[in-house]
Every structure is written in C-alpha cells, then in structure tokens.
Nanobody, 120 residues
Framework: QVQLQESGPGLVKPSQTLSLTCNVS??????????WHWIRQPPGKGLESIGY???????YYSASLKSRTSISRDTSKNQFTLQLSAVTPEDTAVYYC????????????WGQGTQVTVSS
C-alpha cells in the first residue's frame, strides 16, 4: 500500500525558509511511472500546484513560485523535500505531497496534509 506522510514545522517566521519532507512507503520515488508533487491549499482558496520531481530527478516549478522553490529527493530514504524561501503570510496553507500516475495522468495518492502558518 502506498503511503505519503508530510513532516516539518507548523510555524515559520516571515522571510525564513519553509522546509517540508515527504516520506514515501510502498513505492519508490525512482519508479518511472510516477512523479512526486507538492500542492498547497491556502485558507479559503483552491488547490495550488507548487512543483514536482520526476523519477529521473528532474524538477519543475510553478511559474509563480519558481524563484523561491526547490524540490529535491533522498533516494536512500525514499523521500522528497520542499524548500520555499522568503515566506510571507500569503504562504500560509495546508501543504500536501502527492503522487501523480503517468499512466492515468492523475493524482492518485495524497499525504494527509500539514498546516504551515507563516507568522512572527
């Protein structure tokens, strides 16, 4: 069974870097049928894609967040990470790590989500 679990601090101060880790079990992050995504949902708003890391290790970032985003992975631990720099209160959201299935072109497994609040 595939499981994704986010971890990281729930409170980050403005201008600091938000760092989250997604631990994956039941599937390898190097499997070529999937890509591994970060998605967030600010309060009262819809889902927003942040970016992803492919099985090859290549990355893609949303244009609006590209300058502040870095996604990486540790294949020995089967996990991938998100770093979002220079955060502001507008980065307050529930952050999800998600697997996307290339065959069905759909997000098929989600972590439970973790609340991150940006506040001094």
């Amino acid at each position: 069974q595939v499981q994704l679990q986010e971890s990281g601090p729930g409170l980050v101060k403005p201008s600091q870097t938000l760092s989250l880790t997604c631990n994956v079990s039941g599937n390898s992050v190097t499997s070529n049928s999937y890509s591994w995504h970060w998605i967030r949902q600010p309060p009262g708003k819809g889902l927003e894609s942040i970016g992803y890391i492919a099985y090859s290790g290549s990355t893609y970032y949303s244009a609006s967040l590209k300058s502040r985003t870095s996604i990486s992975r540790d294949t020995s631990k089967n996990q991938f990470t998100l770093q979002l720099s220079a955060v502001t209160p507008e980065d307050t959201a529930v952050y999800y790590c998600v697997r996307r299935n290339k065959l069905g072109n759909q997000y098929d497994y989600w972590g439970q989500g973790t609340q991150v609040t940006v506040s001094s």
